[in-house]
């Protein structure tokens, strides 16, 4: 197959980066913090001794309030993806695509966290390999939550927190006319700082535009390539001039994993 042999080379140890990383027994408060002040969305937890035991998702973390000071990390922490150093793309890829999450944990022998690699770093790497199957629609995943381009971005944001979502389709009634993601809303100062105050301004002050779309016939290779061009981590679906669906990076991996 093209380019497997490169894949197959590289393992867990050659893509591993640093990544935020707390205990069992630190606050909620604590996590909110790491999340809000960095471009994760998730973080490593560890039990007192330093093995990894799970993580903590910034939906779960942003819905503690100030208020709550005193709830601790430990009655919130998720079953994540964790790999060995020399585990190759494909293992991670697979663990990652089971668990949902944005990362997989390295961790040794003694379950010790090393580091972590991010399904955006490898994304681009197993989309070389002849390994996906199907079309968009196939994969996408329909009724994709959406937002008018007046709607206020405080208002908008709460509900991507409060639905785990990613990113919503803007429409201005019937017409695609852009994306907002919250990679746009946490990695943009000046939105933080809307946000903080009641987050005011509108969506489109902040959405990209124009959205790239893809057909739902299209290949899914077709939507990880478009992905892989433009660095995006989800893509709305069209049937002709109307929107169906959404397909993002773990629906590619359900396209490789079909494959396998």
Do not use: W
């Not at 503690?64 to 890829?93: H, M, Q, Y």
């Not at 994709?144 to 919503?168: I, Q, T």
């Amino acid at each position: 197959m093209q380019g497997g042999g490169a894949l197959e080379m590289k393992l867990a140890r050659d893509m591993m980066v640093r990544i935020p990383s707390l205990t069992t027994g630190d606050l909620m408060t604590r996590a909110r913090q790491v999340l809000r002040d960095d471009i994760f969305r998730e973080v490593a937890i560890t039990d007192p001794r330093g093995r990894y035991v799970g993580y903590i998702d910034i939906t779960d973390a942003l819905k503690v309030t100030d208020t709550k000071s005193n709830v601790l990390i430990e009655g919130f922490v998720r079953e994540g993806a964790a790999v060995a150093p020399d585990a190759p793309l494909t293992t991670i890829a697979s663990a990652i695509r089971i668990a949902g999450t944005d990362m997989a944990v390295v961790t040794d022998g003694n379950g010790i966290v090393l580091g972590g690699v991010m399904l955006s770093d490898i994304f681009p790497i197993l989309c070389t390999r002849e390994a996906l199957r199907g079309t968009v629609a196939d994969y996408m995943e329909h009724n994709p939550p959406v937002c008018a381009p007046d709607e206020h971005l405080g208002r908008v944001y709460a509900r991507m927190v409060e639905g785990n979502k990613s990113a919503y389709i803007v429409m201005s009634g019937s017409t695609l006319t852009g994306v907002i993601s919250r990679r746009d809303v946490l990695n943009t100062g000046r939105v933080r700082k809307s946000l903080e105050s009641g987050g005011k301004i509108p969506v489109e002050s902040v959405m990209i535009t124009p959205a790239i779309a893809i057909e739902k016939d299209e290949e899914v290779s077709a939507a990880a390539s478009m992905m892989v061009k433009h660095d995006l981590s989800q893509i709305p679906v069209m049937d002709g001039d109307t929107l169906v669906g959404i397909i993002d990076r773990h629906g590619v991996l359900n396209g490789l994993s079909a494959k396998e």
